[in-house]
């Protein structure tokens, strides 16, 4: 599958949109959006109820089909990113997430580090980010938006 890149902005604002939905800080203008995030949460661990936030957001947000399923594969592939609890505490580490006090694993990304993710080549294959190639596009987020990093 093609994937073509994403806005920078427009990945995180979508990718926003969806972890307010799911975290229920969202204001709900659908009531349908606000029955399957309710639902979502108190589903049994099989299934996966950001996956089906996620695509109930991107269905809002993207016309075009080629755009929505990019945004839903680089969804994917950021999560298993985020997943990888070493990686995690590294970006941690650079300030790159900042984590939470009060909620264990919780933790916040940073800007660039999601807009990486709309602008990062996926493999094809595996349908995930190679890490170097999504460090450089982190990077160069960060650059565009003033960010400087300690040697």
Not at 28 to 36: D, G, I, K, Q, V
Not at 125 to 135: D, I, M, N, V
């Amino acid at each position: 599958m093609l994937c073509p890149s994403i806005a920078p902005s427009r990945f995180r604002e979508a990718f926003e949109w969806t972890l307010a939905n799911f975290d229920n800080d969202a204001p709900f203008e659908n009531s349908s959006l606000h029955a399957l995030c309710q639902w979502a949460q108190t589903s049994d661990d099989s299934v996966d109820s950001f996956g089906i936030v996620t695509f109930h957001v991107a269905l809002t947000r993207f016309d075009d089909e080629t755009i929505l399923d990019s945004y839903l594969a680089r969804v994917a592939a950021l999560r298993s990113l985020f997943n990888d609890d070493n990686l995690v505490e590294e970006w941690a580490r650079r300030g790159w997430v900042r984590r939470s006090k009060r909620k264990g694993k919780t933790f916040a990304p940073a800007k660039f580090l999601i807009e990486a993710a709309g602008v990062c080549p996926l493999l094809r294959e595996a349908q995930g980010f190679e890490l170097l190639s999504f460090h450089d596009a982190a990077y160069a987020r960060a650059s565009a938006r003033g960010v400087e990093f300690e040697d």
